[in-house]
Structure formats: C-alpha cells, structure tokens
C-alpha cells in the first residue's frame, strides 16, 4: 500500500490556467496509477489456480506479492532521482512499459521461479511511479487544486487494488489465470505509449542543475537524521508493523474464504474485494479522526492510531482465532477491515510534522521504502510460510497479532516524544 503526498515539484503559478488537456493528463496518469495496483493485487486472487497448477506451497505463492513490494521499495528513491535527471514522462512511460510487459510475462511463465522473477519486475517498473505522477500533476494544475488532484490521484491505488482483487477471480475463472495477466498487461501498454503525448512540465521552466544533495546518499544520510527523532522512528516501526497485518490480510484473504467457506475463487475473489473497500473507507475515516482528536500533536495522533490498531487487532484475532465460519467471522471481517488502515495517513504526517521543509520529500521517499521493505514485503512471504505449518487460519491470527505489537508501538511513540522534548 503507497502513502506519497508531494512536497516538493510544485508550481510556482498560483493561477495555472487549467485546460482540457491538463484534464487529459490527469485521466491518463490516474489510469496508469490505477492499472499499477491491479496489476499488483491480481495475483491474490488466482493463488487457487496456480497452487493447484505448479502444486506450489503458500510460502511460495506469498513471495509472488512480497517479490512486488520489495522491488517497490529497494527501486523507490533511485527510480525518484533518475526521473528528476532524465525526464519525469520518459521514466513513466518506461516504467509502465515495463511493469505491463512484465505482468504479461507472469501469463506467458512456464514454471514458478520465471513468475516470480516477472513479479519482482513488475515491482521494478512500479517504483518511483507515485512521485514522478505527482510531479506531472502539479506542474499543471494551480495550487488551489493540488490538495483534490492529489487525493483523486491516491484514491486510484486504492480502486485499483480492489479492482485487481475481483478482477483476478473473475478473468480466472472465465479464460484461465494465463490470459488473465495476458488482458490486464494490454491496457498499460497502450497507455504508456499514449503517455509520450504528454510534456513534462519541467521542461517550460528554466533548466536547472541538480547539486549533489539530489544524490541517493546525500538524501539517505538527511534522512537517517530526521529518523534521530524517536516519534518518527517508533511511528515508522508502528507503520511497518501494521502494513504486516494489512498487506497479509489484502493477499491471503481470498484464499482464505475460498478454503473456509468452500466458494470459487470468483466469489471469494469479490467478497475480498468488500473488505478491501472498506478498508479504503477506513483510510479517511481515521485520518479525520486523527486530525480531529489528535489536536495537532504528534503524540496525541499516534494514541488515536494506536486504538485503531488495537481495535482492528481484537476483531481480526477474533475472526481467525474464535469464531467459526459465518456471519459473525464475516463482520468481524468487515470491522476489522475497516480499522486495520488507520496509520496509512497518520504516519506520514507524523514524520512531516517533525520534519524540516528541506527534508520532507526525502523522509516520506525513506518512510515508503521502509514500510515497504519491512511491512509490506514481509507479510504475505511470512503469512504464507506459518501457513504451510500451522493452515492458514492460524497463519492469519498471528499476522493480526502484529495490530496489537503496532498499537504498542504506536502508544509508546508519544511516550518517547514527551521524553525527548522534556530533556530539550
């Protein structure tokens, strides 16, 4: 799951005139951001079919959605810088290309080592996407619109996950899991070559000469300084060990219901699908919530993120763990659902509240690798390795054990804040 919010690129016309071309853009850059999550979340729903196929383990099958998040996060700030020297729409256009070709290849695999391989490309060609997006964005449209282009732009990775969680059943099932990947690799394609349409807006501005601050380990090394902050550290752990919860739960559920509840990887699929949603719900409903009760501190922020946990953790651990198959399974399900993405807006502004204006970019850039690498990549591998041991049910208990280690996390962060600003 990205939680990139732009700070730097931004046009310094306060009255951009915004045309009809500028929409065009917009349209062809949401498309893209949404065919990078379908692409992305496809895979969950077909892990029916490509167990039975290859006979593979879930450990094996959960390394195919930790190959993505890991590639994401080891390519993010290289891919970010490369775009800012060679050319934001060059990197974009090379980037779809080669996450859809890539997805094409996972149809066209004949065993799963060459999959997983074509996974981690995927990854490779999603990286550093959301910014260098971003960055096309706000170069034409006015700042008085940046706050709705931005969150329409973020909203598409939550519709495409979604999108890529039904979808996967869906195609599956009607034409199998090969031409599956076959159909959603076409639409990318096409528009990356659309993509060559449009001109950097960068390109209007005078040409600039990057200083080597721009370098990857200059904005490593000012990083690792803001992360001297305990709250920005213990905020990033508390992220990375709720992205654990989320990304295990987004990849093994419709497998899970597929098993428990003995429905085809279609519906399962689409049930999926409604926890999904109502965990992109969940998304601006705790970040209202921590803005409206966290008062504008840091540490008040996180207690109201850490209940978010603690209660998406009780009604996961609940569901997996207590109850057996059926209506109350199902709305704990929901409910969890719907509480596990309270940090995916908090933790940003966290780490930008406690940041310098100089550093914002490149901590929220370290802050994605990071939960990436450690949450995201993580989860699916390490959920569907307890699988092969424990089954899946208990696999998932112990992913949602995770909430409760983040909302401890989360509760201890402004522990450590109120400590560090004492001892100033």
């Not at 993010?76 to 974009?92: E, F, K, N, Q, S």
């Not at 429905?263 to 719900?281: C, F």
Request: charged share 10%; with cysteine.
């Amino acid at each position: 799951m990205h939680a990139y919010q732009p700070t730097s690129v931004i046009s310094s016309e306060e009255n951009i005139r915004v045309t009809a071309k500028a929409w065009m853009v917009f349209a062809l850059t949401f498309a893209l951001m949404l065919l990078d999550f379908i692409d992305r979340q496809i895979v969950t729903s077909m892990f029916p079919y490509l167990k039975a196929d290859w006979q593979l383990s879930d450990k094996q099958l959960g390394a195919l959605i930790s190959a993505v998040s890991l590639t994401v996060a080891l390519g993010t700030i290289p891919v970010a810088l490369l775009a800012d020297r060679w050319g934001r729409v060059r990197i974009i256009v090379t980037m779809a290309l080669t996450w859809s070709g890539a997805t094409m290849a996972c149809g066209a695999a004949g065993n799963y080592t060459t999959m997983l391989v074509a996974r981690g490309a995927v990854g490779l060609g999603e990286a550093g996407y959301a910014p260098a997006g971003a960055a096309i964005l706000a170069g034409i449209f006015p700042r008085r619109l940046h706050s709705a282009i931005f969150g329409a732009f973020q909203g598409a990775g939550a519709v495409g996950t979604i999108l890529g969680v039904w979808l996967g059943g869906w195609l599956a099932t009607r034409w199998g899991w090969k031409a599956a990947f076959g159909i959603v690799g076409v639409p990318g394609l096409v528009l990356a070559l659309c993509y060559m349409w449009v001109r950097d807006p960068a390109q209007a501005t005078p040409a600039r000469t990057l200083t080597p601050a721009y370098s990857f380990w200059t904005a490593l090394k000012n990083g690792l300084i803001l992360f001297k902050k305990p709250i920005v550290m213990w905020a990033c752990v508390g992220g990375a060990l709720q992205l654990f919860t989320v990304l295990s739960l987004y990849s093994w559920l419709p497998s899970f219901i597929h098993r428990s509840y003995g429905v085809s990887p279609e519906k399962a699929g689409a049930q999926a699908a409604i926890v999904i949603l109502l965990g992109a719900l969940g998304t601006v409903a705790w970040g209202y919530a921590v803005d409206r009760f966290g008062q504008g501190n840091s540490g008040r922020r996180l207690r109201v993120v850490a209940i978010g946990s603690l209660l998406s953790g009780g009604f996961l651990m609940a569901a997996f763990g207590l109850l057996p198959v059926g209506q109350s399974q199902w709305l704990c399900l929901m409910l969890g659902g719907f509480c596990m993405t309270c940090s995916i807006g908090a933790v940003p502004a966290v780490v930008m509240e406690n940041a310098e204006p100089g550093l914002r970019a490149t901590s929220l850039a370290l802050v994605a690798m990071a939960q990436n690498l450690f949450g995201q990549s993580l989860g699916p591998f390490t959920t569907g390795a307890l699988s092969d041991t424990l089954g899946l049910e208990r696999a998932l208990s112990i992913a949602a054990a995770f909430a409760f280690l983040a909302a401890a996390t989360f509760a201890w962060a402004g522990v450590a804040h109120l400590r560090s600003r004492q001892a100033i």
